[in-house]
């Protein structure tokens, strides 16, 4: 049985695939000289691994926890006998952190960057029969030049960092096309106005083709458009005559067939969908579709215990959002992780929003490589995950604190906020959650104050809620949102760690959670929080679940709290 064997990319779905998933040789490289070594040559490799799972966890089958300076993958496979004549493409969910692949022995491709997605075209390499595909993933996370979010840089985990992911922790999968193909399409919906904006990228002899679009909903046709295709760009309008909007909670999704054809032959297809939903800002409130929406956010940081960044199926990357919602959130701050292309999927479908976020730790942003490097990497999340309707803004940073503004941290955050809204105009960008704010849409705070009068003192109406930190960010009006706080601790066996003191009973933990939400629902220039956090993660024991997602309070009296009507929904 092939692990993950569900389709990658819900988005951009083709129906010739093979999945690569399941058993690979593989050998760690600890000091880097495996190319010098002849590990591209090698047969066999010294062990195996089950991919997509990383060494480091127990779903791979190796379970090895210290550091790797690289690791060496290698299988075959035979291509199907209808790939002949056709381009052929290998596919990578994701690899940390530095990816070069050979096939056959022959070089076909490199990628930097353990977050985002990417392809190569591996047609002037495969044969007839039997491939071999070898990859080497670098990962020097001690570099100071490479983004790794919550992985610890120690041996082992402590504080909020955790187990490391090293090489392949995403689906590996093959594709092929005819020379003209799809090769990457941008949807833009506009729910007040009931249209989609399709912006598709194409490649090949296109003279004489044409692309199109059609849209349905439920299975009923809605609307199509069609243009010529021979600048391999193209931009049409898609226009809903009773448009069906997504929401929180609302998930109306219509179907989209992406074809390019030529004298009636249809050279490539791709089954897609969208949701149709406009965002927007009412003074301090966030819109949905012209309507307030309180964000009653979950901290998510996408860790399992047997997979650490990889879900064990795809039912448990529901069941995250299932169990987020079962507690009153109507969504999630996803984050210092890129979560794969699924997980987004399943909030598609069940109208739960989120915001995307770079795992920004490990770079230094004073550092003068670090644009390149960052944005770079960053860029292509944004580029692969915009066209979720779930997905409802973006942050590039989390926490960048120590330097005053003016400086070349400042600098980048301004830059980071600028590349962002250069490519997405439609979504709000937090330049750097909880720290310095250069250029930001939303005012964001941290605060884990455990004392809940005070915390109602501090975010009583009339209060002040900006400039908490003088040197490093000023309030210009923005809507306000608390990005962290709660972060109870509650771990009856004594181990671990949460924020303040730990409650001595469920009663009096429940009593501290009431408090501090309320406190900020209650305030009329807040529109919304991210309670820390969904679950907990090895040593960090703050969540509303065990780490093996057993729920640790009483659901319905924690969502009762959660969902109740906020003063600025009023």
Known sequence: ?????????????????????????????????????????????????????????????????????????????????????????????????????????????????????????????VKTGENTVVLCADDDQLSGRQPFGKQSNRYGSYGCSYTRTTGIWQTVWLEWTNEERIKSVKLTPDGINGTLLVEAELEGNLIGCTFKAQASFEGEYETEAELDADAGQVRLLLMMEEPKLWNVGQPNLYDLKLTLQKDGKVLDAADSYFGLRSLSFDGKKFLINGKSVFQRLILDQGFYPDGVYTAPNDEELKNDILRSMAMGFNGARLHQKVFEQRFLYWADKLGYIVWGEMASWGIDPKDAATPEIFLREWLEVVKRDYNSPALIGWCPWNET????????????????????????????????????????????????????????????????????????????????????????????????????????????????????????????????????????????????????RRPKFDQKVISAITSRKAAIEE
């Open 1 to 125: 049985m092939i692990p993950r064997s569900e389709y990658p990319r819900p988005q951009f779905r083709r129906k010739d695939w093979l999945n690569l998933n399941g058993n690979w040789q593989f050998e760690i490289d600890h000091a880097g000289t495996g190319r010098a070594r002849g590990l591209i040559e090698k047969q066999p490799l010294d062990g195996s691994i089950t991919v997509p799972f990383c060494p480091e966890s127990k779903l791979s089958g190796v379970e090895y926890t210290d550091f790797m300076r690289a690791v060496w993958y290698r299988r075959t496979f035979v291509l199907p006998a209808k790939t002949e004549g056709k381009r052929v493409f290998m596919n990578f969910g994701a690899v940390d952190y530095a990816a070069e692949i050979w096939i056959n022995g022959i070089s076909c491709g490199t990628h930097r960057g353990g977050y985002s997605s990417f392809q190569i075209e591996i047609t002037k390499a």
């Open 401 to 548: 604190w120590g330097e005053s503004l003016g400086g070349a941290k400042e600098a980048t955050m301004r830059l980071s906020y600028l590349a962002t809204k250069a490519y997405d105009a439609t979504r709000p960008c937090i330049d750097a959650s909880g720290g310095i704010h250069a250029l930001t849409d939303i005012y964001d705070t941290h605060d884990y104050e455990q004392n809940v009068e005070i915390y109602k003192e501090r975010y009583a109406p009339g209060q002040p809620l900006y400039d908490r930190f003088e040197r490093q960010q000023h309030y210009e009006g923005q809507p306000v949102m608390i990005s962290e706080y709660g972060g109870i601790g509650w771990n009856p066996d004594g181990a671990g760690w949460g924020y303040g003191n730990n409650p001595k009973t469920i009663e009096e933990l429940v009593a501290r959670y009431k408090g501090l939400t309320d406190a900020l629902l209650d305030n009329p220039d807040i529109m919304g929080f991210c309670y820390t956090q969904l679950t907990d993660v090895e040593q960090e024991r703050n969540g509303l679940y065990y780490y093996d």
